[in-house]
């Protein structure tokens, strides 16, 4: 059973950095796609960007391309998002998420669907004034 934990988030100004992290354990498989999504008030929850723990390989939602990169540290089991230039926009709980092996990352139809993920964390929040 996978335990995700979220921390890192807080309150910044408009153009400052903020990195979220994801300590995680209880890893069964040889990969996982590991997920960063958000939720604001009254919205979806959205995908901001994926991490194929098998290929190394990453994407990203268009609203946070060039701003945000996501990593993974094997030897800490940890995920982070380096968000850099926030907006307000970026305002909402942000979550970390895995799915079992590397499929829900191989595809547009899959990287983004919540419900294509397992596990998930309690989520942490980011606010942009």
């Known amino acids: 059973h996978v335990q995700l934990v979220e921390s890192g988030g807080g309150s910044v100004q408009a153009g400052r950095s903020l990195r979220l992290s994801c300590a995680s354990q209880g890893y069964t498989h040889k990969s996982y796609c590991m997920a960063w999504f958000r939720q604001a008030p009254g919205k979806e929850r959205e995908g901001v960007a994926t991490?194929?723990?098998?290929?190394?390989?990453?994407t990203y939602a268009d609203s946070v391309k060039g701003r945000f990169t996501i990593s993974l540290d094997n030897d800490k089991n940890t995920l982070y998002l380096q968000m850099n230039s926030l907006k307000r926009e970026d305002t909402a709980m942000y979550y970390c998420?895995?799915?079992?092996?590397?499929?829900?990352?191989?595809?547009?139809?899959?990287?983004?669907?919540?419900?294509?993920?397992?596990?998930w964390g309690q989520g942490t929040q980011v606010t942009v004034s």
């Open positions: 998420a895995a799915a079992q092996g590397g499929r829900a990352c191989l595809s547009t139809d899959t990287q983004w669907v919540p419900s294509e993920y397992l596990y």
């Open positions: 991490f194929d723990t098998g290929l190394g390989s990453t």
